[in-house]
């Protein structure tokens, strides 16, 4: 019986894995496409409080290789070890700040910066309490990024919420466009932002705050929300979580939008680890997706890949605006 059972599972074994990882990891799961994609899916924490279905939100590296996480419900920063398997009940929150505050994380030249609501952008020290306050200025601070010298920080507060460039050192806060926005990726390399609004992800030239590129909208009303960037085998796409339990690969060159994971819970920003592999949120917990050899995540794809795929998105850009 055994042996017939291992036997059906090497016919079947695309089934088979995606059953393992059903079990293996509640909520989201890999696609049949996402599976022969090579990728995996594993958890890294569960066990988060959820609050109108949202869970941990922010998610950084710091620089002794720890992971830094916030959560909605009770404004908690908790600081994880980098490796699967762990519970948000097993680490006492470092810091808290109060139901529905701290929001978006990112670090830069080694320290942590923090989205932190209704107005705020703290710079954090390394157990999550406030260094110093970098501006006051911004409506519903929401998504957070860096090109290694400046923030970027999105206002996710309706008619008043705006996309802005903040310099960490002198606190001078430039608006780049108006709008709301959530999840926020930058190509350091090619001096491109990109911001999701509305089921559109946006390209912002760093240089001149110029929008060259628009995906148009994605995936109906499923709330696009964090999204990253592939390199290696994976160059050339954009991975972008949802708010609907979804998880996409979208090609830029071609527009193709990929169904990769499905049958989650509501899904926020993404987190690029060194090791190249991509934290999920949910509404519970935080997944890891992790690619078949030769393909990572990363803030910057390969210069070549993304010289040709600026030039495809300005081209449909233009055409669309052209229609």
Known sequence: MVQKNISTCVVLSLACIAAAQSAHATGLTLTSTGIADGFSLSTFVDGFQTGS???????????NGNVMVDDFVNGGIRIFTDTDGQHAGDVSPSQTYG??????????????YVADRPTTVYKLNNDGSI?????????GPTGIANDGTNLFVDGNGGASGGLYMVNPTTH????????????????????????ESNNHIYGYRISDFALISDTGALAGNEGLDGVAIGRGTLAGNLYI??????????NIATSALTLLAN????????????????????????MR????????????????????ALGTLGALFLIRRRA
């Open 289 to 308: 997706l992790t690619p078949s050899a030769g393909g990572t995540f990363a803030d910057t794809p390969e210069p070549g890949t993304f010289a040709v």
């Open 263 to 286: 049958g989650g819970s509501r899904g926020d920003f993404v987190a690029v680890d060194s090791n190249g592999s991509l934290l999920i949120t949910q509404s519970d917990r935080i």
């Open 241 to 250: 979580n949802t708010n609907s339990g979804t998880f996409y690969q979208f």
């Open 53 to 63: 279905n949202i869970g941990p939100l922010g998610v950084t590296f710091l620089s």
């Open 131 to 139: 260094a110093s306050t970098i501006t006051t200025s911004i409506a």
């Open 172 to 195: 001078a806060v430039t608006t780049i466009a108006n709008g709301s926005f959530d999840g926020l990726t930058v190509d350091a390399v090619a001096g491109i932002l990109y911001a």
């Open 99 to 112: 139901g529905n505050g701290p929001i978006g994380l990112t670090t830069l030249n080694g320290s942590v």
